[in-house]
């Protein structure tokens, strides 16, 4: 397994380039996508949504907006485990109740099962179906949820990042106007508040493809949206553990710009595809693109005992939950 060589600080998240001044709000831009995004699914019902992610953008560019005739019906798999189980057990490190991922992720499904065994309360919503697995499954998702994991803790020097480090937190939502047939989903593993702006790191499989700088604008997209009252972030740090790698992109109106583009290039193809998940109907999520992010099938309705970090993606069609936060 590759982790980056050399474990980034918070300097590398927060620092200012000497010749880049600090991101402000582009409005402008803002304002000009929203106008763009609703022509391009205008006469779409609200009951077609269409939920854009990282990975469903790059597999409608790369498809020209086609989309498969049939969707795999969801099933639980290791994959779909490791974010949300590992993300916790970062947290639990970082609380200082174990020393490394390998030696937390067991504990942390542990608690997790036993909750749901005593009170019925699913924080991940795959405890029962981890419950029911045996010995040899477990320990395939254990081994999952602990290469990623430790993947994600190497790649940083947590001790510099400081107190204002937030790990999983629920994905950013909004809705386009005026129907919501569209609607945006941003994942986002780290946030990094700082005195310039807030920081946010995603992870991905695979290697960097050739648009990773663009790409890692869309969580900030989301972000700017959803938030509008809020700073638009002021950088993105994209990981690959897979690959030892890391790219960093600071948000300014240019990076907006560009993956702004992009998405509206995406929703027109799909919207103009007869076959696509606008004209069928909402997307089934929990699927991964190559080289994009991980949707792992999980969601965090409240917390438990293990106190661990909020993370949202359970599939819509499955859980029956839409939590959305619309500007």
Known sequence: ????????????????????APAQ????????????????????PRWRELVVTLPTLRRALARGGRHPASEEPFRWKPAFVRRSLGLAAIEACREGRYRSPAEAVGPVADDAVATWQRSGWRTYHWEPWLSYQPAGARAVVLAEATRWATSLWCAFDWSALGPTVRVGGPDEQWRCPPNGAVRLRGRVDLRVAGPLGEALVVTAAGVPPP????????????????RPRRPVPRRVVGIWPDAGAHRTVDI????????????????????????????????????????????????????????????????????????????
């Not at 648009?211 to 959803?226: R, T």
């Open 252 to 327: 300014g109106a240019t990076a907006l710009e560009c993956i702004a583009t992009r998405v509206v290039e995406a929703v027109t193809a799909m919207a103009g595809d007869s076959d696509g998940p606008l004209a069928k109907g909402p997307v089934l999520e929990g699927s991964a693109g190559a080289g994009g992010y991980v949707d792992d099938g999980s969601a965090v309705a409240g917390t438990s005992k293990a106190r661990a970090a909020a993370v949202s993606g359970f599939p819509a069609a499955v859980s029956g939950m839409s939590a959305t936060r619309s500007s």
């Open 25 to 44: 709000p582009p409005d402008r831009v803002l304002a000009h996508f929203v106008r763009q995004l609703a022509a391009a699914c205008d006469g779409q």
């Open 1 to 20: 397994m590759l982790v980056v060589s050399r474990p980034l600080d918070r300097s590398a998240l927060l620092t200012a380039p000497a010749d880049v």
């Open 211 to 226: 648009v990773s700088e663009c790409d890692l604008a869309f969580p900030a997209l989301v972000a700017a949206l959803s």
